[in-house]
């Protein structure tokens, strides 16, 4: 997937908005709904520098941020 088209801006706990990929880059990735119900679902992205998990409603809306690292 391309940079450009899964990097979604997450809040932060001291209310500033980021976005944490590349847009240039490809990575990995892959959407999974959730298996107790709702709306919502999980997306994995990751590349051999990053891994990130998060949240979020129909077309990317209202995401969260559930996991981020970075080597």
Not at 27 to 55: K, P, S, W
């Amino acid at each position: 997937m391309v940079g450009s088209f899964v990097n979604l801006e997450y809040g932060l706990p001291n209310g500033i908005k980021v976005k944490l990929l590349d847009d240039q880059t490809t990575y990995l990735g892959n959407q999974l709904e959730c298996e107790f119900g709702g709306d919502r679902c999980f997306g994995v992205l990751a590349n051999m520098d990053l891994i990130l998990v998060c949240t979020y409603e129909a077309e990317g809306k209202n995401q969260e941020l559930v996991f981020y690292k970075k080597r």
